[in-house]
Structure formats: structure tokens, C-alpha cells
T-cell receptor, first 109, second 117 residues
Framework: RKEVEQDPGPFNVPEGATVAFNCTYS??????FFWYRQDCRKEPKLLMS???SGNEDGRFTAQLNRASQYISLLIRDSKLSDSATYLC??????????FGKGTKLSVKP | DVKVTQSSRYLVKRTGEKVFLECVQD?????MFWYRQDPGLGLRLIYF???????EKGDIPEGYSVSREKKERFSLILESASTNQTSMYLC????????????????FGPGTRLTVL
């Protein structure tokens, strides 16, 4: 089983839509989780950390379910500029980051 | 503003050549990383370094070596390039927390797209 798994998509949604991405992780000892965003032909950049209590940053909400080893990212009121690949990330046992393969989002006008 | 730079955006080499990929960060970060990114496989960690002259193997170190002689510079070396090393190579750095633990955010360079013919 891959350490971090996510649906590759693509998710094609209209502007203004709400879209949710899910991710599962295999290492129950992982303590920290993140969402990174990667634009086409660009480097990944941290979007937000994921806290146990859930956290929100504007239109973005991240949730963690430790019992199910499941992380989610919700994007409300999608913008064209949200089009990107979203990488689910867990901290590994050596302290390094383990990246999922990414979920591609395409927001259409 | 954190800046991570990589020596080349595009590189074409021949099978068997020795290849050096250089990465420099200007934020005095302790930790540096080398990844490769391939379609359908995502980002995979090759090597990382917690400090000068220290290195740790990642998930796919075979065929690669690294060098960290100075804090700001982390080099990835392909001793004898092969066609299956054609990939996008991404360098990243991150500071160390006061606790000694790795911090959340890794700052990535723009990447080097290496083609081995």
C-alpha cells in the first residue's frame, strides 16, 4: 500500500463550485499533514497545514480524521486561479515529507 | 523571501556522463532535499541532508550521490547517467525548529528538467 494515496483526477468543475479532495495515509504514526499546491511546470508550494481540529484559510478548509487515516481539502467558490495539482503530504518516520501523487483540479469559466 | 535556486532549468546529457545538479538556498536553512518527479509517480525523495557534511538516503538513492560541503549548497550527482534518470529534479530546503524537529514547510527550487539520451 502506498504511504499517501489520492485520486489523481482530473476534477473538472465550473467557477463557483465547491470541490473536495480526499487522501489516505498508511502510517498511523504520522503526526503532521499538509496540502501543497503545484501549478503546471512550477514547483510545489505549501498551501496549508492540516490540524486535528480542522482548519480553515479563506475558501480552503482542511480536515484530518486520524481514526480513518484520512485527510481532506475543501475548496469553496472555486476560482479559475485554483486550477492546479494539489499534493497531499504526510510526515514520514524519518521526519521527511512523503508526497502523494497529486490531484489535478481544473476550474472552467 | 526564501529563495532556492537550481543551476539549470533544462539539461541534456548522454548516457554514461557524470552529471552535477546544484542547488543553493539563501535562507540559512539546515535541511536540504533532492526529489525527482515523474508523471504518475509523483515526488520521490532521493537524498536529504540535516546539516553540512551529513546526508541521509531517501526512497530512491540508487544511482545518485550527494554532497553538502557548505550549508547553502546541496549537490546531486549522477555518477553515470542512464536514460531512466530522465526526469524533473527538484531541490528543497527547510529550517529546523528550535526543538530540533523538521519544520513543516519545504521551499522548492524551480526544478531542473534532465534528459539523458
Amino acid at each position: 500500500r502506498k504511504e499517501v494515496e489520492q485520486d489523481p483526477g482530473p476534477f473538472n468543475v465550473p467557477e463557483g463550485a465547491t470541490v473536495a479532495f480526499n487522501c489516505t495515509y498508511s502510517n498511523s504514526a504520522s503526526q503532521s499533514f499538509f496540502w501543497y499546491r503545484q501549478d503546471c511546470r512550477k514547483e510545489p508550494k505549501l498551501l496549508m497545514s492540516v490540524y486535528s481540529s480542522g482548519n480553515e484559510d479563506g475558501r480552503f478548509t482542511a480536515q484530518l480524521n486520524r481514526a480513518s487515516q484520512y485527510i481532506s481539502l475543501l475548496i469553496r467558490d472555486s476560482k479559475l486561479s485554483d486550477s492546479a495539482t494539489y499534493l497531499c503530504v504526510a510526515r514520514g518516520s524519518q521526519g521527511n515529507l512523503i508526497f502523494g501523487k497529486g490531484t489535478k483540479l481544473s476550474v472552467k469559466p | 523571501d526564501v529563495k532556492v535556486t537550481q543551476s539549470s532549468r533544462y539539461l541534456v546529457k548522454r548516457t554514461g556522463e557524470k552529471v552535477f545538479l546544484e542547488c543553493v538556498q539563501d535562507m540559512d536553512h539546515e535541511n536540504m532535499f533532492w526529489y525527482r518527479q515523474d508523471p504518475g509517480l509523483g515526488l520521490r525523495l532521493i537524498y536529504f541532508s540535516y546539516d553540512v557534511k551529513m546526508k541521509e538516503k531517501g526512497d530512491i538513492p540508487e544511482g545518485y550521490s550527494v554532497s553538502r560541503e557548505k550549508k547553502e549548497r546541496f549537490s546531486l550527482i549522477l555518477e553515470s547517467a542512464s536514460t531512466n534518470q530522465t526526469s524533473m529534479y527538484l531541490c528543497a530546503s527547510s529550517p529546523r525548529e528550535a526543538s530540533g524537529y523538521l519544520t513543516d514547510t519545504q521551499y522548492f527550487g524551480p526544478g531542473t528538467r534532465l534528459t539523458v539520451l
